[in-house]
């Protein structure tokens, strides 16, 4: 199986067992005398099988990631640059704060500009690392 086919089973495990778990959740207690639609035992194992199951795609997911795990990381940690810099305050200039509230003169040392500057360098590393990353997955084969 393809790594991105992988990933795309593994989000759907993930997905059933958030289901199963809410069914449990909600089905485990009823109304004496009431129809139980629902065996909770039985859910309680095919949550269990499927944990084991999604454990074992998990290991070999990360098996076959082991060579890319450097721009996995570079990935993640570029996105919350990206967030931190949107964050940023750039204020410049005489700011009021609230309702008759005092003008306050505010200046930045790393400007607006500077920063989309940096927004615009580090989304260009995030596509190119994007596309590395996306590469791997439709060549690299998972064995199960």
Same mark, same amino acid.
């Given at each position: =199986?393809?790594?991105?086919? *992988? @990933?795309? @089973?593994?989000?759907? =495990?993930?997905?059933?067992?958030?289901?199963?778990?809410?069914?449990?959740?909600?089905?485990?207690?009823?109304?004496?005398?009431?129809?139980?639609?629902? !065996?909770?035992?039985?859910? @309680?194992?095919? #949550?269990?099988?499927?944990?084991?199951?999604?454990?074992?795609?998990?290991?070999?997911?990360? !098996?076959?990631? $082991?060579?890319?795990?450097?721009?996995?990381?570079?990935? $993640?940690?570029?996105?919350?640059?990206? *967030?931190?810099?949107?964050? #940023? $305050?750039?204020?410049?200039?005489? &700011?009021? %704060?609230?309702?008759?509230?005092? *003008?306050?003169?505010? !200046?930045?040392?790393? $400007?607006?500009?500077? %920063?989309?500057?940096? &927004?615009?360098? #580090?989304?260009?590393? @995030?596509?190119?690392?994007?596309? %590395?990353? !996306? *590469?791997?997955?439709?060549?690299?084969?998972?064995?199960?």
């Amino acid at each position: =199986m393809k790594l991105y086919k *992988a @990933l795309k @089973l593994k989000n759907k =495990m993930v997905g059933e067992i958030s289901k199963l778990q809410q069914t449990i959740g909600q089905k485990n207690s009823f109304i004496v005398g009431s129809e139980k639609n629902y !065996d909770v035992k039985e859910l @309680l194992k095919e #949550l269990e099988n499927k944990k084991v199951e999604l454990v074992k795609l998990k290991l070999a997911i990360n !098996d076959a990631n $082991s060579k890319i795990q450097g721009d996995i990381y570079d990935l $993640s940690e570029t996105k919350s640059l990206i *967030a931190f810099y949107g964050g #940023l $305050s750039c204020s410049k200039g005489k &700011v009021s %704060r609230g309702f008759g509230g005092e *003008a306050t003169e505010y !200046d930045c040392q790393f $400007s607006e500009l500077e %920063r989309d500057k940096e &927004v615009k360098k #580090l989304e260009e590393i @995030l596509e190119e690392t994007q596309e %590395r990353i !996306d *590469a791997h997955n439709h060549i690299t084969e998972i064995y199960l």
